[in-house]
């Protein structure tokens, strides 16, 4: 490799020595003949001579070299490239199979039919100048194709064919013609068809069936079924808008029950509407604008909370929302809660009301008496019903003689066990309540609703 690269060095250096020579015994030469031109002897004549092949064989040389250099670059310039070939004639380059691609796909969308792949490919080499963009190379295949072939536009309707025409302008106008007789049925409205209509140019033969005249666009733009007309006009109108209703709880109704406190009264408004139709038939209402006449009233009803009644025959027992129906008939006041109190804690809670003595008493739930008697500790006479799973109630101070119920018997919800009265440590006639859990005394609030 050394050697190769010394002889490669040597053979340079010897051409710029000759070369140096030449242009120095050039100049030499030149520098000569003028001074023998003007010392005018035969020397100088024989000196130009030798001067004047020393020069031409400059130049060959240089011309020599001139050509290799401008060829060898030429020869770079060629590039590789993909051929885009018709019948055999060479009618563009690519850069590569894929731009060619793309430049035949772009043609077949404009030949449609007309543009079954006819283009071949070849890899070549040729001037980076020669290479076309897809664009110009779709063109290209579309002349070449297209020879014996109308240039038509398609039109759809909505993505359908309907058909194709020459002229496209034609084709415009006749649209609008057919929309212009739309516009004189509907003088103050905002006309257009509510199908899309799109245009494609391509390329038939002349035969095709679905070339159409302009008269074969008008008779068919006519046909009902090709388009529909939709048109849009302002509307006013004087509208009711309904009342909110706003309930109010109370316990002069039972669960369940309402009443109307107040009636609510609908308001009037006056609206401006973008109504479209399609076909005459109403499609879509736009809201513009709109201006409250009177406002609407809302409705107040009455809801009731109080729990419902259970008829017992002769007398009504109130189902509370509590496990228990009210165990005092007709006495709704509760005169003592359950806790602390000035006389000590209070395990039940006390009802009364007005008559209250020889109101009726009624059991909570059904359930088992277990006691019922007069009691040493306080309650008078009272009662104590189990109701199964470690519930009891208990009613005391009832009336002297007024149990209606003795240990063993069966009671249904609401039946009479007693009267109210005022025995055992008692101050003014009242029924005393209580709720047993597992034999603890709790606030029997939450039992009957209260809470
Ligand atoms: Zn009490």
Redesign the pocket.
Known sequence: MEKFFNALYNCIYNLGLITGKIIGGFFKKIAKIIKKLFHFNKASFSSAKVFFKRAIISVVVLAIIGTTVYVASSNSNKIKAVSLEIDGEVIGYATSQTQADSAETMAIEILGDAGVKKVKNNEVRTDACNIKSASVLSDIIVEKLSEGLVAVNEIYIDGDLLCAVEDPQAARDTIKQTLDLAKKVYPNSSVSFAEKITMKPTYYARNNEKLYTTAQLQTALKNADTLTIRHSECEENIYLTDYDTVEIQTNTLFVGDTRVRRAGQNGSEYAINLVTYIDNQKVLSEHLMSVAIREPVPQIVERGIRAESLSMGSYTVIQTTGIFCWPAVNLYTVT?PFGHRSLGY?R???ISGANASGSLVVAGAAGTVTEAGWSTGGYGNYVIINHGNGVETLY?HMLDNSLMVSPGDTVQKGQTIGRVGNTGYSFGA?L?FEVRVNGNRLNPAPYLGLE
Request: hydrophobic share 25%; proline share 0%.
């Open positions: 003592s209070h039940g809670i006390d005391a009242h005393h």
